[in-house]
């Protein structure tokens, strides 16, 4: 079985900007990972069998 995958990229316009990019940094990945969680079955792909 082949698995495929996406990819998302994102780029945060004047992120040298950010005062705490520390606190940004942990902030996004804590809301990524909220999204990753609250839409687990619409991301996974579906099966073609």
Do not use: H, W
């Not at 040298?16 to 940004?24: L, T, V």
């Not at 839409?39 to 996974?44: G, K, Q």
């Amino acid at each position: 079985m082949v698995q495929k995958y996406c990819v998302v990229l994102g780029d945060v316009v004047d992120s040298r900007r950010i005062e705490d990019r520390e606190a940004f940094r942990d902030r996004l990945q804590s809301t990524l990972a909220t999204i990753n969680d609250e839409f687990d079955e619409s991301l996974r792909p579906r099966s073609r069998c």
